[in-house]
């Protein structure tokens, strides 16, 4: 069973950057399209980024340009995301997730739909407050 692990989260004052990292059990992740989407209390889940395969295409919400960057090392088979100057309504469970596989996402990034994506990790907490 391919597994997905998220970790870097945490407590951080408003303000703060963290950079959350996604790894899964698999041996060549560049043949998976990465995307990263948040949950928030009460809330809905909601995309935030996505990465083709090799990492030369990328896809934002539109809510989440200009704080947020995805990227990827599939040297160390690594996806990333960093979140600058967080704030309190950044706090949200994040969850990485890959397409189904096969580099049909090699070169271009999906649409950042969950449905897109087939593999899921259990998330790793956010939480902004001073």
């Known amino acids: 069973q391919l597994q997905v692990v998220e970790s870097g989260g945490g407590l951080v004052q408003p303000g703060g950057s963290l950079r959350l990292s996604c790894e899964a059990s698999?041996?060549?992740?560049?043949?998976?399209?990465i995307g990263w989407f948040r949950q928030a209390p009460g809330k809905g889940r909601e995309g935030i980024s996505c990465i083709s395969g090799d990492g030369t295409s990328t896809n934002y919400a539109d809510s989440m340009k200009g704080r947020f960057t995805i990227s990827r090392d599939n040297t160390v088979n690594t996806v990333y995301l960093q979140i600058d100057d967080l704030k309190p309504d950044d706090t949200a469970v994040y969850y990485c997730?890959?397409?189904?596989?096969?580099?049909?996402?090699?070169?271009?990034?999906?649409?950042?739909?969950?449905?897109?994506?087939?593999?899921w990790g259990q998330g790793t907490q956010v939480t902004v407050s001073s």
């Open positions: 997730a890959l397409d189904g596989g096969g580099r049909y996402y090699y070169r271009r990034a999906p649409n950042l739909d969950a449905l897109e994506f087939s593999y």
């Open positions: 698999v041996s060549r992740l560049d043949y998976y399209a």
